[in-house]
């Protein structure tokens, strides 16, 4: 069940990250046609990243302390000391971010140059917050493992 509910945080989360590229692209060409989609995605990446960050908080309270120990006895403490505290604390950001996104979308961005300009920095933001956030994952990850394996 441990790794089904981490499956299902990445999933929810690349889910965001492909979403909100699919905003950034469409609002670069945004007209008419596209302001639908546009609409669409933004609130899709929304519930995408509260899907993930409700998976990942209840695996957080329930299963992180085992592997936060494993991590913390291996050689790589780092992967709980830096990437897991700066993922817990760039997760408000990115929250507040994708939650204004469909708000800042909501306009004719089509005529309105300067909401498009908000739209690709709320959304270009996002997406490399989201990546950081992956990245974080993979080190946390393999903090585990190199626990792990050092037993």
Known sequence: MNELILMAHVLFGVGCLITTVCVFVDVLNASATNQLRIRIMSRLAAVFMWLAFVVAGYWYVVFYKT?????????????????????????????????????????????????????????????????????????????????????
């Open 67 to 151: 592997d936060k120990a494993i991590i913390l006895k291996g050689p790589w403490p780092f992967a709980h000391n830096f990437f897991m505290e700066s993922k817990e604390h760039l997760v408000i950001l990115l929250l507040m971010l994708v939650t204004y996104l469909p708000i800042a979308a909501a306009g004719n961005l089509a005529a309105n140059k300067d909401a498009r300009r908000v739209v690709l920095w709320v959304a270009g933001i996002i997406v490399l917050l989201a990546l950081m956030m992956e990245g974080d994952g993979a080190f946390i990850a393999m903090g585990v493992k190199m626990g792990l394996l050092a037993r």
